[in-house]
């Protein structure tokens, strides 16, 4: 009796630590007032990027846009009947998780839309899910050129794209820092490889030479046996296609080294964790668009920003979640007065959302947006960052 | 191919063995008294560093610790001494609920529950404390010496001399001392041990204070070595330590040693001279060669089948 009381006092206490721990990591969705809502047709945009693990510094960046983008049109969505918002969900950077959280997505009828994914390697899978249920997908961050390959109608990212990116590192690299010689290290993801494979190839054209291609593991913390073989062929250059903790960690392996060669690497990198890991002064990245300040809707963003989430910073992919939701917060809208509100949550609602976004010409926080007939963004400006006094700075 | 940077590479191979073998420790440890495979012994590793890192950040606020190199000297035995001491009490409540309940239960049930445990603490870590890396604080300068051409930091002497004193203690005190024998009496036969006068749920829960206590201390070795920690960081070395202490002959301390050395030496230098993408399958092909033509690791007793 005694042992059969104990046990229950233990499963009790865990049952009570797990309410406790779901209990904090369960998401707000409805950021907007209830109460007063009664009368508004209620729809959702579906949000998901990763909340949780390596990434969820830019993946909780892209949450943050998306809700910013929901509640500063909440009332003009408001005016029009329209009761918009947030249904969050974590897809951890993980194609598995990232599927299940496109079905959980979909099967909520209320969801017109996602703003869905920072990995390509999550997009690319899901995207088949969106499609079959026919409701647009606007990726802010996904950059491998594949996801808008596969023929799919709804499928848009408000990014630019590796090709363009990983050529634009690679002359770069070349022209701009001197470069003769480069280490390419790419961490085994759709993302990683396709940068890696396109600044490879620009290096190259432009006359650079490749002295080592190595692909690393996610989650991995050792790179000292890598570093050590590295500084033997003393490149001018480390390129990393990959994300910030990884990079961030070979970067400050190779300094302790004594390596000096400056680390490069995609928007991946971009970000303030990135030196906060281990990026050094002298280490580059490229970022899709124009820098924040030097766009006419930036200082706006960053006041709107800093109103709605005090003392956090604006990372990566911020603004361009921002835009994808706005881009389909502007479909909404366009539908909503063509069709009625009512008929937004239909299957022809849907697919009048999905051709109002692909007709989208919208100034937005990122810059103009429209798409070509893939569905890729025409904005395809790319800025260089350097690392300067402890942050990333644009290069002159 | 220079013989500096074959030297390079095996400072490389045994540092990161240091860290395996102080972790590999703790998973033997507990499998030569329970034949139990701690699960959670991984997120012992994370909840040391943590627990360091904590202790870092709140001490580092007194200017006595800081104004001197004795005071920084004491500010990090202190840390370690809390992430000792926490992981160590985190190991015994874990042996308390998750594994006392289920000692007569089938094997595979305490496999279970310390699975159960390994996902409760690392998410707990997530939710309560934080999903992002965060920098591990650094005070004093690391020394970097040349020996013939052979870059050595005072953070890998520190490493590997820590881990081979503390085997050192640890074998000493297995073998030497009454409580020791008490552990092996325990190891051998639990009921005959409990008949012979041995306190079995004492000397239990000693071994899973060791256990994790060694564990944390290379949880903030590593935070110190790599500069930085996360929720997550313990799940690659838990692998590769279980990883070494079944190449060493799990159960038996100087195997763990041993194993983890050889693991650590095999991955940097596949990764040095083959490829940084291969080294993960080079280190576990060569542990199931062990396994086929040692099953019981390289120091292993030869298993015997318990009827």
């Known amino acids: 009796m005694v042992k059969s009381k104990r046990l229950f006092t233990l499963i009790a206490v865990l049952v009570l630590l797990a309410m406790v721990v779901t209990g904090c990591g369960s998401e707000d969705a409805d950021s907007g007032d209830s109460a007063s809502t009664s009368d508004l047709v209620e729809i959702k945009i579906g949000v998901s990027s990763p909340f949780t693990g390596d990434v969820a510094a830019l993946g909780l960046g892209i949450k943050n846009g998306a809700l910013l983008a929901i509640s500063d049109s909440a009332d003009e969505l408001a005016d029009l009947g329209i009761d918009l918002s947030a249904f969050a969900v974590d897809d951890a950077a993980d194609p598995k998780t990232g599927v299940n959280a496109a079905n959980q997505m979909i099967s909520d009828s209320e969801v017109v839309g996602v703003v869905a994914h920072l990995n390509s390697g999550v997009s690319i899978p899901t995207s088949a899910v969106y499609n079959e249920a026919g409701i647009v997908q606007v990726s802010p961050a996904s950059t491998n050129p594949q996801l808008t390959e596969q023929g799919f109608k709804n499928v848009f990212r408000v990014c630019t794209i590796d090709t363009v990116q990983g050529s634009y590192a690679g002359t770069f690299a070349y022209n701009e820092l001197g470069a003769m010689t480069a280490v390419v290290l790419d961490d085994s993801t759709p993302y990683g490889e396709g940068l890696a494979a396109e600044f490879a190839k620009q290096f190259e054209a432009e006359g650079g030479e490749i002295l080592l291609s190595e692909k690393i593991q996610l989650k991995d913390q050792d790179f000292k046996a890598l570093v050590t073989k590295m500084e033997a062929l003393n490149p001018d250059m480390i390129y990393f296609g990959g994300m910030y903790t990884e990079a961030g960690l070979v970067s400050r392996q190779a300094k302790e080294a004594g390596m000096t060669a400056p680390i490069m690497g995609g928007d991946g990198l971009y970000t303030q964790q990135f030196i906060e890991i281990g990026g050094d002064e002298g280490d580059y990245s490229t970022s899709v668009g124009l820098p924040l300040n030097e766009q006419p809707k930036g200082q706006d963003f960053i006041a709107s920003f800093e109103a709605a989430y005090p003392g956090e910073t604006i990372e990566a992919y911020d603004t361009y979640a921002y835009d994808a939701a706005m881009v389909i917060i502007e479909a909404i809208k366009a539908v909503a007065a063509d069709m009625g509100a009512d008929e937004l949550t239909s299957v022809a609602g849907k697919q009048a959302i999905i051709e109002a976004v692909a007709a989208t010409d919208y100034a937005g926080v990122t810059g103009a947006v429209s798409f070509d007939e893939k569905g890729d963004t025409l904005n395809k400006a790319i800025t260089p960052y350097v690392v300067e006094g402890g942050a990333w700075v644009p290069v002159k | ?307």
């Open chain 2, 1 to 307: 191919m220079s013989m500096e940077i074959i030297g390079q590479q095996m400072v490389n191979g045994i540092t990161l063995g240091g860290l395996y073998a102080l972790i590999a420790l703790g998973y033997t440890l507990v499998y030569g008294i329970l034949l139990l495979i701690n699960f959670a012994h991984s997120e012992m590793f994370m909840t040391g560093a943590y627990v360091g890192y904590f202790t870092l950040i709140g001490l580092s606020k007194i200017d006595f610790f800081t104004s001197s190199n004795v005071g920084l000297l004491l500010l990090y035995v202190l840390a370690f001494l809390a992430g000792m001491i926490v992981t160590g009490l985190l190991g015994m409540l874990t042996e308390r609920f998750a594994y006392r309940p289920l000692r007569n239960a089938p094997r595979l049930a305490p496999l279970i529950s310390a699975i159960g445990v390994s996902l409760f603490l690392q998410n707990a870590a997530l939710l309560w404390i934080s999903s992002r890396s965060i920098p591990f604080p650094i005070l004093f300068e690391i020394r970097q010496d040349d020996i013939a051409g052979v870059n050595v930091s005072s953070m890998q002497i520190l490493i590997v001399g820590t881990t081979i004193l503390l085997l050192l203690v640890l074998d000493t005190f297995v073998s030497k001392t009454r409580v020791g024998k008490a552990m092996r009496a325990v190891s051998q036969d639990r009921e005959a041990a409990g008949l012979m006068g041995v306190n079995i749920n004492y000397i239990i829960a000693l071994t899973f204070f060791i256990g994790p206590a060694l564990g944390g201390a290379a949880g903030i070795f590593s935070g110190m070595y790599y500069g930085s920690i996360k929720y997550n960081m313990g799940f690659i070395p838990g692998i590769k330590s279980f990883t070494a202490a079944v190449i060493g002959g799990i159960g038996n301390l100087r195997g763990a040693m041993l194993g983890g050395f050889t693991l650590g030496m095999i991955e940097a230098l596949a990764a040095g001279f083959i490829s940084t993408g291969y080294k993960d399958v080079i280190a576990f092909a060569i542990l199931i060669l062990v396994l086929v033509f040692k099953p019981g690791g390289l120091l292993g007793e030869s298993v015997v089948e318990k009827v």
